[in-house]
């Protein structure tokens, strides 16, 4: 079965604080995984994703088979971090699997 | 201005009625999907297409349809069978084969009363 877990609801940080959010999978053949993020009053849209290993907005996400998991960090949250924040698996039908969301909320 | 478009935006029903919420896309993407979103539960899928004239029921397809009679558009009924219909509802494309995003809809939220 394929599902995706995201432990936290809500997560408050300071500005510039670490975050890390968290993202677990299970699937049983080798997932494509994304974050998608969605700012208040606009759509969904991809953050990144783990088969491009890049940097976007200075976050970050490593793909750790072992753990199934795939957190997404950033050294130091900004205001403008503040959204809703969803981890995505694509596997068996090629459909696309969220999980529950967090809302990052950081603080002045 | 290439994108996903649904409408409306709100829309509102009484009890009972079936509603119909659209969605085209000009990408040329294969593959569309419908997903609800509610509050703590994320985005659950319902129904999803990979070509023309072929769809999936996703986890909760119970009390929607849907049809692909067109690569753009992808529109999907809630019926009155559906037992909480009140929700938003948002609509994706993609492109098939590996490591590709989805694309989504502004959202249809829906209103039944």
């Known amino acids: 079965a394929q599902r995706v877990t995201q432990p936290e609801k809500l997560l408050s940080v300071f500005k510039g604080a670490p975050v890390e959010l968290k993202c677990n999978y299970s699937y049983s053949g080798s997932p494509e995984l994304f974050w998608y993020v969605q700012y208040s009053r606009q759509r969904l849209q991809l953050l990144l994703r783990?088969?491009s290993r890049e940097s976007i907005k200075g976050f970050t996400a490593d793909l750790n088979k072992g753990e199934t998991s795939f957190h997404l960090k950033k050294p130091f949250a900004q205001e403008e971090d503040s959204a809703m924040y969803y981890c995505a698996l694509r596997g068996y039908g090629q459909n696309f699997v969220f999980g529950p969301g967090t809302r990052l909320s950081v603080l002045p | 201005d290439g994108g996903i478009t649904q409408s409306p935006k709100y829309l509102f029903r009484k009890e009972g009625q079936n509603v119909t919420l659209s969605c085209e896309q000009n990408?040329?993407?294969?593959?569309m999907y419908w997903y609800r979103q509610d509050p703590g539960q994320g985005l659950r899928l319902i129904y999803y297409?990979?070509?023309?004239?072929?769809?999936q029921k996703g986890d909760i397809a119970e009390g929607y349809s849907v049809s692909r009679e067109k690569k753009e558009s992808f529109p999907l009924t809630v019926t009155s069978a559906q037992k909480n219909p009140t929700a938003f509802y948002l609509c994706?494309?993609?492109?098939?084969?590996?490591?590709?995003?989805?694309?989504f809809g502004q959202g249809t939220r829906l209103t039944v009363v």
């Open positions: 783990h088969i």
């Open positions: 990408l040329n993407h294969d593959a």
């Open positions: 994706a494309s993609s492109p098939t084969g590996e490591s590709t995003e989805a694309f």
């Open positions: 297409s990979q070509i023309v004239n072929d769809f």
